[in-house]
């Protein structure tokens, strides 16, 4: 008693199959691997972008005494646990704070803050880099 996949396809062309099967199926995987990949690096740059938003906000706003850099740059680091995709990698996010040209209201605060995106680990081919977001507001 035969399948009806035995009956149709002679031993030959299944096995032809077979290859064409094996090398079309790494590209494919690729592909969706590769999709996957640079989706999660997409929200990940809106989120460290917003997390350089939160991180200017908390440091423009008026208070007595003034934020301290350590709260600015703890803003910035809170807002990337809550929400980063990390696939559990240790690295943080590296958040710089500039207010070089003074904290009087008008003058800039600059956060910048990079992130060493790894992505699923599949080699160079499918890594996006490093991913980099800078907010700049006056204060207040």
Do not use: W
């Amino acid at each position: 008693h035969q399948s009806c996949s035995e009956r149709t396809l002679p031993a030959r062309q299944r096995g032809v199959a077979m290859i064409e099967m094996a090398l079309v199926l790494p590209f494919f995987l690729m592909l969706i691997f590769g999709s996957n990949t640079n989706g999660i690096a997409l929200y990940n740059q809106a989120v460290i972008t917003n997390a350089s938003r939160e991180a200017v906000r908390t440091g423009i706003m008026f208070k007595v005494p003034a934020v301290t850099d350590g709260e600015i740059i703890q803003a910035a680091l809170d807002y990337c646990q809550e929400n980063l995709v990390t696939f559990g990698s240790p690295a943080a996010p590296e958040v710089d704070v500039d207010y070089s040209s003074g904290r009087l209201p008008g003058d800039p605060l600059t956060v910048s803050i990079r992130y060493a995106f790894d992505g699923i680990n599949f080699g160079a081919m499918l890594n996006p880099g490093p991913l980099q977001a800078r907010a700049t507001m006056s204060f207040e």
